[in-house]
């Protein structure tokens, strides 16, 4: 199906020569820890339920994780916060993702990211971001008939998700509506008005400073349940 399709496509994407270089260097290279796994070291396609009612939103894969596991999110402390609170609110099946064959399952809920390649110091260029918009256009156009609600984790996944809205003919208004946690914009698009949330992206500087809380994180998503009609 087209999904699939898409995966395929995606998982040989070469666009992009730095991000192509650090993805594969980190693969061989691997960090001590995970020495005795095997890598993924390629892009990383969207994942979860194939029709989703929410979308969550990211910037891109980790390099030891989601690059090393092959499933977006997974893998680092940031999907450690991220599946605890999905589990909690009752959108995955367990609490914790460990690889991408660990028998995860989200119901209602798929995970994209705006660029696909793990890039270094967690930070693509705009080149790189432009790069892989076509893919995350597709994404989320293949998304949008069934999603309600798009929780974005970070001011880059917000901003990467208001362009990809806009260019699949979404009213986005101008100037641009602000990030911030648990912001709310409803968004008409040719399929229905979408609600976009913003999140503090669960990483580190975030949560290890207090500025995200395990009860922020899930009342966000308990609120884009609700949205969603879930
Ligand atoms: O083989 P499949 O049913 O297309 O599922 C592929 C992949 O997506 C598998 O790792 C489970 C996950 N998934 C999910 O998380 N939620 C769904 O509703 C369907 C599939
Ligand atoms: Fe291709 Fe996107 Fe990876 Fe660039 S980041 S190489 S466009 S999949």
Same mark, same amino acid.
């Given at each position: 199906d087209d999904l699939h399709e898409l995966e395929a496509r995606v998982s040989v994407c070469r666009a992009c020569p730095r991000l192509v270089e650090w993805r594969e260097d980190v693969a061989v290279g691997k960090r001590k820890s995970f020495a005795d796994q095997p890598y993924w070291g390629r892009p990383i396609p969207g994942w979860g339920d194939p029709a989703p009612r929410i979308l969550i939103a990211g910037l891109a894969p980790a390099a030891n994780g989601g690059n090393r +596991? &092959?499933?977006?999110? +997974? &893998?680092?402390r940031s999907g450690d916060w991220l599946f605890a609170s999905l589990y909690r609110v009752g959108l995955?099946?367990?609490p914790t993702s460990e690889h991408a064959g660990d028998g995860l399952r989200l119901t209602g809920a798929r995970m994209i990211a705006a660029v696909r390649c793990a890039p270094p110091a967690n930070k693509p260029t705009p080149e790189e971001r432009d790069n892989c918009a076509p893919w995350f256009r597709r994404e989320l156009e293949l998304s949008l008939?069934?999603?309600r609600a798009i929780v974005c984790l970070g001011k880059f996944g917000y901003d990467a998700l208001l362009n990809g809205l806009a260019s699949l003919g979404a009213t986005v208004p101008r100037p641009r509506p602000k990030f911030g946690h648990a912001v709310e914009h409803q968004i008409p698009t040719p399929q229905g008005e979408i609600t976009v949330l913003g999140c503090f992206h669960p990483s580190q500087q975030n949560t290890f400073t207090g500025k995200l809380t395990e009860p922020m994180l899930d009342a966000v998503l308990i609120r884009a349940k609700w949205l969603a009609g879930l």
């Open positions: +596991t &092959g499933r977006v999110f +997974t &893998g680092d995955a099946n367990q008939a069934t999603t």
